[in-house]
């Protein structure tokens, strides 16, 4: 088993090399492992691997900050609300697994036995996670020159897709849906809704309320995504129902 996490190692290696990761400044190799462990594989090797939703929570808070930083530096005659709109769009789910399968970093994931026969490495939740954990080791260990050059070469380069398809997440169309009918902004209640052994919180589960009453509810791995899947339960109950965004 030694031999097979050594080989783990040096696999992830010659991976983040062909992404010009500066892998020559590498000084912490378990935490670049650590990078790559879903927590399903975690599960099956409790004695061997701990999960990257630690480094996952990392990468989250950086990729944000230094996708503000472009599109601030970048487009300096737009709107806050636009470039609220721009960031928001970036760091979907979606979008973050597209970029995951683009690097081929689904292939590279450590899942459990369960999650290769369920199709794990096409779940945009895993992938998506895999990637901020994966911008989170390299800020903790490479620093931040090495993280903003993979954000801007992997994340960052998105927007043209965007800017020619541009989406709005579920929670701005509610938002402009409960500001049209009730000229307020819905609230957002985040609940720590399952937590591990070790006190970590695993999944959080989100309510929106409007003028005191729950109108949605959904979970997520962390507080933003619980949010963003609760918003779009919430839309597509509304757009059932007869109810649209506005344009």
């Given at each position: 088993?030694?031999?097979?996490?050594?080989?783990?190692?040096?696999?992830?290696?010659?991976?983040?090399?062909?992404?010009?990761?500066?892998?020559?400044?590498?000084?912490?190799?378990?935490?670049?492992?650590?990078?790559?462990?879903?927590?399903?594989?975690?599960?099956?090797?409790?004695?061997?691997?701990?999960?990257?939703?630690?480094?996952?929570?990392?990468?989250?808070?950086?990729?944000?900050?230094?996708?503000?930083k472009l599109l601030f530096i970048n487009h300096r005659n737009m709107a806050e609300s636009e470039l609220t709109l721009y960031k928001i769009a970036l760091v979907r789910e979606e979008i973050l697994a597209e970029i995951a399968k683009?690097?081929?970093?689904?292939?590279?994931?450590?899942?459990?036995?369960?999650?290769?026969?369920?199709?794990?490495?096409?779940?945009?939740?895993?992938?998506?996670?895999?990637?901020?954990?994966?911008?989170?080791?390299?800020?903790?260990?490479?620093?931040?020159?090495?993280?903003?050059?993979?954000?801007?070469?992997?994340?960052?380069?998105?927007?043209?897709?965007?800017?020619?398809?541009?989406?709005?997440?579920?929670?701005?169309?509610?938002?402009?849906?409960?500001?049209?009918?009730?000229?307020?902004?819905?609230?957002?209640?985040?609940?720590?809704y399952v937590i591990d052994e070790k006190g970590n919180v695993t999944e959080y589960k989100s309510e929106i309320y409007v003028v005191g009453e729950k109108i949605g509810e959904w979970f997520g791995s962390n507080k933003k995504k619980?949010?963003?899947?609760?918003?779009?339960?919430?839309?597509?109950?509304?757009?059932?129902?007869?109810?649209?965004?506005?344009?």
């Open positions: 088993m030694f031999d097979q996490v050594i080989k783990k190692k040096e696999d992830i290696v010659e991976y983040m090399k062909k992404l010009l990761i500066p892998v020559e400044d590498i000084q912490d190799e378990e935490l670049m492992l650590l990078a790559f462990v879903h927590k399903s594989y975690a599960a099956d090797y409790k004695d061997l691997y701990t999960h990257n939703e630690r480094l996952e929570f990392v990468g989250d808070g950086i990729l944000g900050a230094v996708i503000n683009d690097i081929h970093l689904n292939e590279m994931v450590f899942i459990s036995k369960w999650e290769e026969k369920t199709q794990g490495r096409q779940k945009d939740s895993i992938l998506s996670d895999a990637l901020e954990a994966l911008i989170g080791y390299i800020y903790i260990d490479l620093g931040i020159d090495a993280t903003e050059q993979f954000i801007q070469k992997y994340v960052y380069t998105k927007l043209t897709q965007i800017e020619k398809n541009p989406v709005k997440s579920y929670k701005t169309m509610i938002q402009e849906i409960v500001q049209k009918e009730h000229k307020i902004v819905p609230e957002y209640k985040d609940i720590e619980a949010q963003e899947e609760a918003a779009k339960k919430c839309y597509d109950s509304l757009a059932h129902s007869g109810a649209r965004a506005t344009k």
